[in-house]
């Protein structure tokens, strides 16, 4: 029932994101444009390090270069079943269905500490998690797959390979065993790690909190063993500190500052922004903006009862007290992570500073602790304990699966028609007979604003040759 529940909230999803419109980024970044291209050709930055240069997406390499991977080869394979204008839209769904069942494996790996799909507690926790998972409903709030099909390649698609990587260092601490690592597992997670760090700001950010968190954690550890502030005491304890994965996450550490630093080079952090006192201020303001529907309230509330159910209704154990520790670095996490993404620039499009794109790594923490958390309530609780706690899970996760409808009201069909009207068009300029934007943020007003995204669609092979086009 469980593997059905997940198969089903998966199909549930593709047809949701089947009816996404396309967006802006998307010629630009997969033709691309010229505003684009230099990242390609310069995947480490080296014009920012030698000639100070400025442009898109210095750090964001291996972001750019996926989306022309897929966009070039999936919608041609795609080609072969179904027509040039339904391919692109089905390259969209896929991928982002795909992006939403490895996120709920990998967390049902964390969760369940164990690979096995055989095993009933992955599916246990990906069945929890599944209906948190938002197109509609309270997707503005908490949304790890965004309307836009370049945000998720560019937030939830990284974040997931981030945890991926961070796997193995997990579960050899969570199990207090020493990181054990064949040599081609070693250099998978080099490989993985530089393209990570040259994914954009959001990984660098994780990373920086993450590793913050490691260091306050190693410190406090130690510091109860006394001679806290004699030096030969933390040259004593860090030589017994295993190396590997100090190795390993160390030289992660310098990918991301070194990514950090080309990053500064933005062409878009380029633009006048508000002091930064004025963008700390703002981050109340977007916090109570996320906060304004059920969603993302009602999550927290729920990672939060759930400590008081262990702590209440459980003995209390070593296991238990590790529960409430995971909530307090949660906690820690998403306050130093809050604190720093002021630092990260200003950007129009996102004026109160926190949005579910931009706090991705906060709501990925919090649906982490509650499916953790509820798979240790309804694992460990018995009688009627369990029996009332399991009416409330199933009571929370209605909530959220009623919330997420299945139609999009901004959806396509607008769009699709236009591009019908541009496959069949004979004239060279094309005025637009729907007030619909055509893989653009806002209507086209001018024809020569089309070119783009005209060339993208005859690479398509949805129009026969180039057609520029406006909205009338």
């Not at 089905?90 to 992006?99: I, P, Q, R, W």
């Not at 080309?262 to 963008?279: H, K």
Request: hydrophobic residues 50%; aromatic residues 14%; contains cysteine.
């Amino acid at each position: 029932m469980l593997v059905l529940f997940v198969a089903l909230d998966l199909g549930y999803t593709f047809i949701q994101a089947y009816q996404l419109p396309l967006e802006g980024d998307l010629p630009s970044i997969v033709l691309p444009d010229s505003n684009c291209q230099r990242v390609l050709h310069d995947p480490f930055g080296w014009a920012v390090l030698t000639r100070n240069e400025v442009y898109v997406a210095p750090n964001r390499f291996f972001a750019h270069a996926a989306m022309v991977s897929y966009f070039k080869s999936v919608p041609f394979a795609l080609q072969r079943f179904i027509d040039p204008i339904s391919s692109v839209y089905a390259a969209c769904a896929l991928f982002a269905v795909g992006v939403q069942a490895l996120l709920l494996y990998v967390l049902g790996v964390y969760i369940s500490g164990t690979y096995s799909l055989k095993s009933y507690t992955p599916w246990l926790a990906m069945a929890l998690l599944a209906p948190l998972f938002q197109l509609t409903g309270y997707n503005d709030q908490m949304g790890i797959l965004d309307h836009s099909i370049t945000y998720t390649f560019f937030y939830a698609f990284p974040l997931a390979l981030l945890l991926l990587l961070l796997l193995p260092f997990y579960r050899a601490a969570y199990q207090g065993q020493p990181l054990q690592l064949s040599w081609p597992r070693r250099i998978a997670l080099i490989g993985l790690m530089v393209v990570l760090a040259f994914n954009g700001a959001i990984i660098t950010g994780v990373v920086a909190v993450l590793f913050f968190g490691i260091i306050i954690h190693w410190v406090l550890k130690h510091r109860q063993e006394g001679a806290f502030f004699r030096p030969a005491h933390w040259l004593t304890h860090f030589r017994r500190t295993p190396q590997l994965p100090v190795a390993l996450l160390g030289l992660f550490t310098l990918l991301c500052l070194y990514s950090l630093y080309i990053g500064l080079n933005e062409q878009e952090s380029r633009i006048p922004s508000p002091p930064l006192w004025q963008r700390y201020l703002r981050i109340p303001m977007g916090i109570l903006w996320q906060f304004r529907k059920l969603g993302l309230p009602l999550l927290l509330l729920a990672c939060l009862a759930n400590v008081q159910f262990i702590r209440r209704l459980l003995p209390a154990t070593a296991t238990t007290e590790r529960m409430v520790r995971i909530l307090k670095w949660v906690g820690l996490f998403t306050l130093v992570y809050l604190l720093l993404l002021p630092l990260g620039g200003y950007r129009t499009y996102r004026p109160l500073i926190v949005r579910r794109d931009s706090d991705m790594p906060v709501i990925m923490c919090l649906m982490f602790f509650y499916g953790l958390s509820t798979c240790f309530l309804l694992t460990y609780l018995h009688g009627r304990n369990r029996r009332w706690y399991m009416l409330g899970v199933v009571l929370f996760s209605a909530i959220f699966l009623n919330a997420n409808k299945p139609w999009l009201r901004d959806n396509n069909t607008c769009e699709r028609k236009s591009l019908a009207q541009l496959a069949q068009a004979r004239e060279a300029v094309v005025p637009l007979c729907n007030e619909c934007s055509v893989l653009d943020w806002n209507k086209t007003q001018a024809p020569e604003n089309s070119e783009t995204a005209a060339q993208m669609l005859r690479y398509w092979r949805i129009t026969p040759d180039k057609k520029l086009y406006f909205n009338k």
